[in-house]
């Protein structure tokens, strides 16, 4: 009786377990990898994205500045009177603040000037906090997908966060507390407020601070004392 040379033998049951456990063994290795690494691009583009979004609004604010456009208030000033809401989405005020007459097309020419895709399509929003001098003090930019990207005067740095992660002071990152802002650009004389300069600063006033923004985000624990 003959036999085949090139009869071929299969995979035992103990092979095809080490096989499955080495697989294991190497998914369990790379996926925390990968998540970590594509956690890491969504958060760079969304710093890129509010970079952009940065030069945008302080290129109108900018204009403002060196305009005779009446924008700013007296810090003895009440009420409406206080605040003023600058650039606008639907064109109305913010806050109970006063608002300029051109703000939603201040607005539409900052979305423009980003070219920000998430804001052109209206998935995406954003506030931002300006001083007296033009400056932007904050700037928070949601882009819709889960991260939201920050901007503060204190530190002139950019970041990003994912939205209902534990940030490192081990809060809860969120945007509720400031909600009320979103889609505008708004100015107040509390934004001037440095609470470095001032030995026994209210707690109104720290609030506004961007140490207190960035409390009111979920970004870092509460500093004052």
Known sequence: MLYSKNKK?????VE???VLVILAILAALLIPALTGYIDKAKK????????MLHEAIQTEMTEIYASNIDWKTSSTAQGTGAHKTLASKNGTACVGSAVLPDAQQRYNEIVK???VSSLQDGTGYFFAFITSNAKIHALVYNSGRGYIGVYFRDTQQYAAYKIGEESAGGLIIQTDALGAYFNSVYYAA???Y???SDTNPLPEKWMWSCAGIRAMLGIEEPSYN
Do not use: C, K, M, Y
């Open 194 to 196: 440095d609470p470095n």
């Open 16 to 18: 095809l377990i080490v």
């Open 190 to 192: 509390a934004f001037d």
């Open 113 to 115: 000037l980003s070219e």
């Open 44 to 51: 760079d583009q969304v710093i890129a994205e509010t970079r």
């Open 9 to 13: 033998r299969g995979f035992t049951l």
